[in-house]
């Protein structure tokens, strides 16, 4: 799930591209030897500030991440669908650790 909201980060800042990011996330300059360094800070700062609604981007709180439905089908070995309903995720914005390589 982590990855998920790693993720939705990533697509918010990639379609984003005429906008710049929210002024509370941090930001990295790429030609410091410390980047890496700085982009698992600013990565976990940032999703831990998706808890909150950003009003500036009309995104909504990611507490709870909400998905209506979902539907998983069978694949090659497995014969069994799953549907789910008002899925609810929680938690992840609560990230500890991020390791930028």
Same mark, same amino acid.
């Given at each position: 799930?982590?990855?998920?909201?790693?993720? =939705? +980060?990533?697509? #918010?800042?990639?379609?984003?591209?005429?906008?710049? *990011? &929210? !002024?509370?996330?941090?930001?990295?300059?790429?030609?410091?030897?410390?980047?890496?360094?700085?982009?698992?800070?600013?990565?976990?700062? =940032? +999703?831990?500030? #998706?808890?909150?609604?950003?009003?500036?981007?009309? *995104? &909504? !709180?990611?507490?709870?991440?909400?998905?209506?439905?979902?539907?998983?089908?069978?694949?090659?070995?497995?014969?069994?669908?799953?549907?789910?309903?008002?899925?609810?995720?929680?938690?992840?914005?609560?990230?500890?650790?991020?390791?930028?390589?």
């Amino acid at each position: 799930m982590k990855l998920l909201m790693l993720f =939705a +980060v990533f697509c #918010l800042v990639h379609s984003s591209n005429s906008l710049s *990011l &929210p !002024s509370t996330f941090q930001r990295c300059d790429k030609r410091k030897s410390n980047f890496n360094d700085c982009l698992s800070s600013a990565i976990q700062n =940032a +999703v831990s500030q #998706l808890s909150k609604p950003i009003k500036e981007y009309g *995104l &909504p !709180s990611f507490e709870p991440f909400l998905i209506p439905a979902v539907t998983l089908n069978s694949g090659i070995n497995v014969s069994m669908d799953q549907k789910f309903t008002n899925y609810r995720i929680t938690g992840r914005t609560n990230i500890t650790s991020t390791k930028a390589t």
